[in-house]
Nanobody
Framework: QVHLVESGGGLVQAGGSLRLSCAAS????????MGWYRRAPGKQRELVAS???????NYADSLKGRFTISRDNAENTVYLQMNSLKPEDTAVYYC?????????WGQGTQVTVSS
């Protein structure tokens, strides 16, 4: 069992930045592919970005250039730096950990971008 705890969400004006953090309890954190997903009101959950244990990243095409995912394997933490935020980025952001057939989710953190 992997426990994920997100932090860093909040209210920000359009054009601002936020950094989300996700602390994981996994003993072998560096074997997990970590990801950030989001669910906007009335929409399905979508992938924001992911990073493998070796550091290979993947982004939703629409977010490339504004969002950056990173991880610190020594601290069992994954980050999402979000810049130039837009009102349409408003969503609940979820941390995700995958290893083989195992998938774990955090409880989510709300990000609200005001216009």
């Amino acid at each position: 069992q992997v426990h994920l705890v997100e932090s860093g969400g909040g209210l920000v004006q359009a054009g601002g930045s936020l950094r989300l953090s996700c602390a994981a309890s996994a003993r072998i954190f560096n074997t997990y592919t970590m990801g950030w997903y989001r669910r906007a009101p009335g929409k399905q959950r979508e992938l924001v970005a992911s990073v493998t244990g070796s550091g290979t990243t993947n982004y939703a095409d629409s977010l490339k250039g504004r969002f950056t995912i990173s991880r610190d394997n020594a601290e069992n933490t994954v980050y999402l730096q979000m810049n130039s935020l837009k009102p349409e980025d408003t969503a609940v952001y979820y941390c995700n950990a995958k290893y083989s057939l195992f998938v774990y989710w955090g409880q989510g953190t709300q990000v609200t971008v005001s216009s």
